[in-house]
Every structure is written in structure tokens, then in C-alpha cells.
């Protein structure tokens, strides 16, 4: 009688650990066969997928230089794994049911002509027509050497204008970046502020600015800086209407070092003016490597997340 007491728990433990690895298996089972139908999914669909830059004096090397990596840097891998995501998706397709498109803009334009020449070289519809893997070699050929000769060209000419990304929101996003047979992505390469001369309204504590002057000056600097955000409603003004079809990456945020908050404050301004503008899957990350990086992009685009 003792050694059938002592027989059973073990029985009986042994079964419900057993019980516990099968589900477990099955869990993880259930997660691959999801993750792979999504990306299945994705492969089906039509992307089109737009960069937009920020060429604001962030890219100065010699006002905001880094040790580990110059941040105009950053930005080229950044869009190099974009370009390699699209070509991923590319290459998984049937060649009959390609119809997907790849752009990058700025706002405002640079003055400098080569630079503008130099984006509408990479501007790419693939379709039945043009698909080849020449095709796909011109793209990661051309969004490596080009996008490094944009940023160079803006570096030597040293007049950077600002970013007026509010403005490109309300005037151009529609007509630009949205298609309504295709799963639309935004790639917004910034620090994060937003500022452009021509572009400076206010409507009570809500602006289409941010700057870390205007972080400090209205005192979100301290740690109540959210209790302060929340209660005097600060933000960025809406800049558009129904961009539920369109989903935002932001990359390369950027924040003032003697701020401790500052990376808080501005997800926060990102955060809420995305979602007054509808759009429903965003991401918005930190600088860092763009080996770091690369992984975070290639999951956006070619995993659906909805």
C-alpha cells in the first residue's frame, strides 16, 4: 500500500508534464503555420511603399556628428533594407501577379537639381511587363548608389531647409502614397522634430512644429512632463483625414541628449497625431544601428501586422 502511494504522484506528474510539452508543442506549431500563412498573405499582395526623408540640418555631420555611425549613415542602411524587404517580396511572387510600387520624396524639394534627379531614378513600378531579375538588380543597385549620392549632395550644399513632414501630410499623402489596390507603407526617415519656416501654426498648445526649444519652453522636460502633455493637450494638428489604409514606419528618432524625457515626448507627439489621422498600424523607433535595424524593417514590410 505505502509504495502504490509513492507510484501514483509520480504517475501522475510524469503524465501532466507530458500533457504540458504536447501543448506547448502545439502552441508553437499553431504560431508557425500563422506566421507563415501572414507572410504568405503579404507575398499575395501589392505593396507600395514610399521613403520619406528628412533633410533637415539632422544630417550635418559636423553639427550632429556620431561616433559609432554619422546619422545620414544610418539613414542609407535603413533604406537599403527597405529596397531589399521589396525585393524579397518581389522574389517570392508570381511574376503574373506583380503590380508593386517603390518611391522616396522629400518635403520641401532640395533646390539642387541633381538631387531631384536622382530620386525619380528611384522611383520603381514592377509589374508582368518589366519583371526580370535585372529588374530587381536595378532596384538594390540603385537604392544603395543613389540614396548615398542624395545625402552627399545635401551635405556638400550645406543649405538644409528643414522638414516640413506636416505639409506633406496634408497636401500629398493622398495623391502620393495611397493606392487603393495596394497595402500602402510609409517609411519616414527623422529625428522626430518637425519644422519648416513656412509651416509654423498653433491652434491653443497643438502645433504642425516640434522642436526641442519648444519642449523646453513649455516645460515637458520634467518627469510630470506626461501628467503636463495630457492636461494642456499639447500635440502635433492633424494634417489629414482617413489614412486607414496607409501604415507608417518611423525611423531614426533622435532625441536631445539633456533631455532624459525627450524620447518619450516625442514618440508620444508621433503616437497621437498617427492616430487623429487614422492610420492604424504604426511603428516608431529610436536611431540605432542599421544591422540592429534591419530585422525591425523587414518584419514591418513583409509580415502583415494587422
Not at 11 to 38: G, I, P, R, Y
Not at 149 to 168: C, T
Not at 220 to 247: M, S, Y
Amino acid at each position: 500500500m505505502k509504495k502504490s502511494r509513492l507510484i501514483n504522484p509520480i504517475l501522475l506528474l510524469t503524465f501532466l508534464m507530458c500533457f504540458a510539452c504536447e501543448e506547448v508543442v502545439k502552441e508553437q506549431k499553431e504560431q508557425e503555420s500563422k506566421n507563415v500563412s501572414t507572410l504568405v498573405m503579404s507575398q499575395n499582395q501589392n505593396l507600395n511603399i514610399s521613403l520619406l526623408l528628412d533633410l533637415s540640418d539632422r544630417i550635418n555631420p559636423e553639427k550632429y556628428g556620431d561616433a559609432s555611425m554619422e546619422y545620414f549613415e544610418m539613414d542609407v542602411g535603413y533604406i537599403q533594407s527597405v529596397a531589399e524587404a521589396f525585393i524579397a517580396h518581389l522574389s517570392e511572387k508570381n511574376k503574373h501577379r506583380m503590380n508593386d510600387k517603390m518611391q522616396l520624396y522629400f518635403d520641401p524639394s532640395p533646390k539642387n537639381k541633381n538631387i531631384n534627379n536622382l530620386s525619380k531614378s528611384l522611383k520603381f513600378k514592377v509589374d508582368k511587363s518589366n519583371a526580370s531579375k535585372k529588374t530587381l538588380n536595378d532596384i538594390k543597385h540603385l537604392y544603395k548608389i543613389n540614396s548615398q549620392k542624395i545625402y552627399e549632395l545635401a551635405i556638400e550644399d550645406n543649405a538644409y531647409v528643414g522638414s516640413d513632414m506636416w505639409r506633406f501630410f496634408k497636401s500629398k499623402i493622398h495623391d502620393l502614397c495611397i493606392s487603393k489596390t495596394h497595402r500602402n507603407i510609409l517609411i519616414i526617415l527623422t529625428d522626430g522634430y518637425i519644422y519648416h519656416k513656412n509651416s509654423q501654426m498653433q491652434e491653443g498648445n497643438k502645433t504642425t512644429y516640434l522642436t526641442p526649444q519648444f519642449i523646453r519652453k513649455h516645460k515637458l522636460n520634467t518627469k510630470n512632463w506626461k501628467q503636463r502633455f495630457v492636461d494642456k493637450e499639447f500635440g502635433f494638428i492633424p494634417a489629414a483625414e482617413n489614412l486607414e489604409n496607409l501604415e507608417v514606419l518611423v525611423l531614426g528618432i533622435n532625441p536631445d541628449k539633456k533631455n532624459p524625457y525627450e524620447e518619450d515626448v516625442i514618440e508620444e507627439y508621433w503616437k497621437h497625431w498617427l492616430h487623429d489621422m487614422n492610420v492604424k498600424h504604426y511603428e516608431i523607433k529610436t536611431a540605432i544601428l542599421p544591422a540592429d535595424m534591419d530585422k525591425i524593417i523587414k518584419d514591418f514590410i513583409l509580415i502583415l501586422n494587422n
